[in-house]
């Protein structure tokens, strides 16, 4: 039994106490070690063996007192059938036990892993939410989907970590394997580009996102993600975005020594996580708030495939090629958020125009020509103007 009550064996003892006031046994820390499964095992086998044992005992029973059973208006078979039911009761009750015994001792393990030194703090649970996550958690037998559960309930009882609402908890259990990996992908996706939207050249399946296959749609059905459509002339990314123009009709003022273009508006979607998306993503990438308002920068384990160069490269090319077939301009470049009295929106400034096949920088005094507009920070635009530049390949 664990000794440290001031760090995470305080946050284990609280969280078996919860636990064990929802099901309404006493749980020590020791009684729910991986090493322990061979013992529930042993004594499943054990509970499933007396029980058909009893079956087997109160059917010849059963046969023998036909006549007695008879005269009270029962069918022949309804005293097997009483049995069977009881079997079919014993069963479930112990594959539930199983299933959240297995979860919380896979929590306990992934507190140790996650906080060996920390001084964390417990936090309480509320009753009302451990009795939701424990009759939800008897049905999850399935890896993939215990291990979100697991992350769940390690983050619910530590302080400092971000909580899951009943509300996600409820629509989680709609939550089949298949769905649970794209979600994954759409969460690694939104940390890379900020938003999900369709990429299909190319040979890697791991690259690959369509937003308008039946799993993205069952998730929106689910409620972990929405989609928008959009009316406008700018696609708005994580670290870039791209435009649409046209040349404008009459001839402008000259700016950098090149005619003043006109925004087009075209029409696009793109797919969002909803707030219990969100809460959901935090579950896989706890830091994934802090890189989605743009706190931190993404990494290849929050961005996965997507994190590459040669595939942000790649997916910006796709977008250059499709965009080019709306307008007589693409251009790619950065943005900074802006606030004014009690409006916000963005300012933005285009570093290159897209070529056919590839991106050309664009002349160095239009882009400071841009750079002069009010409201833009110069500091901000450098750091996304040089990302995008690594991005490019510029």
């Known amino acids: 039994m664990t000794t440290d009550l001031t760090g995470v064996g305080k946050v284990i003892e609280s969280l078996l106490d919860a636990a064990g006031r929802s099901l309404g046994y006493v749980l020590k820390p020791w009684s729910i070690r991986r090493e322990g ?44 059938a009483t049995n069977r039911a009881g079997i079919r009761v014993r069963t479930r009750e112990l594959r539930a036990t199983r299933n959240v015994e297995r979860i919380l001792g896979e929590t306990r393990e992934r507190l140790l892993e996650w906080h060996p030194e920390e001084a964390v703090r417990p936090a309480p649970i509320a009753p009302d939410w451990m009795d939701q996550f424990m009759r939800l958690a008897e049905h999850i037998s399935d890896d993939d989907i215990r291990e979100i559960w697991v992350r769940i309930l390690a983050r619910q009882a530590v302080a400092s970590d971000r909580k899951t609402s009943l509300a996600t908890l409820d629509i989680l259990r709609l939550l089949e ?23 299909w050249e190319s040979e890697d399946e791991a690259t690959i996102l369509n937003t308008h296959h039946t799993d ?26 791209i435009g649409c123009f046209d040349r404008a009709p009459v001839r402008a003022k000259r700016a950098g020594g090149s005619l003043q273009l006109k925004p087009k508006s075209f029409t696009h979607d793109v797919v969002n996580l909803s707030w219990r998306g969100t809460e959901l993503a935090s579950v896989f990438t706890p830091d994934y ?64 125009e897209f070529a056919g096949d590839r991106w ?20 901000v635009i450098d750091q996304k103007m040089a990302v995008l530049r690594s991005i490019i390949g510029d």
Not at 222 to 235: N, T
């Open 360 to 379: 050309v920088p664009l002349a160095p005094s239009e882009i400071e020509a841009q750079l002069e507009l009010q409201g833009i920070n110069r500091q």
């Open 177 to 199: 394997p298949h769905l649970a990996r794209e979600f994954q992908r759409c969460v690694a996706f939104t940390c890379v580009f900020g938003t999900c939207f369709d990429t």
């Open 216 to 241: 993205m749609h069952a998730l929106e059905e689910i409620g972990f993600l929405k989609r928008v459509s959009i009316h406008a002339p700018v696609v708005v990314f994580r670290n870039f975005l």
């Open 37 to 80: 499964y061979a013992q529930i095992e042993v004594e499943a086998a054990r509970i499933e063996a007396i029980a058909g044992a009893e079956a087997r005992a109160k059917q010849r029973l059963a046969q023998a007192e036909r006549a007695a059973a008879a005269p009270l208006g029962l069918p022949d078979d309804d005293a097997e």
């Open 289 to 352: 708030l802090d890189i989605t308002n743009g706190t931190l920068e993404p990494t290849a384990e929050s961005g996965g495939a997507f994190h590459a160069l040669e595939v942000r490269r790649r997916i910006l090319l796709e977008w250059g090629t499709r965009l080019q077939n709306f307008c007589d301009r693409v251009r790619v470049g950065v943005s900074v958020p802006t606030m004014r009295d009690v409006t916000s929106g963005f300012e933005a400034a285009f570093t290159h």
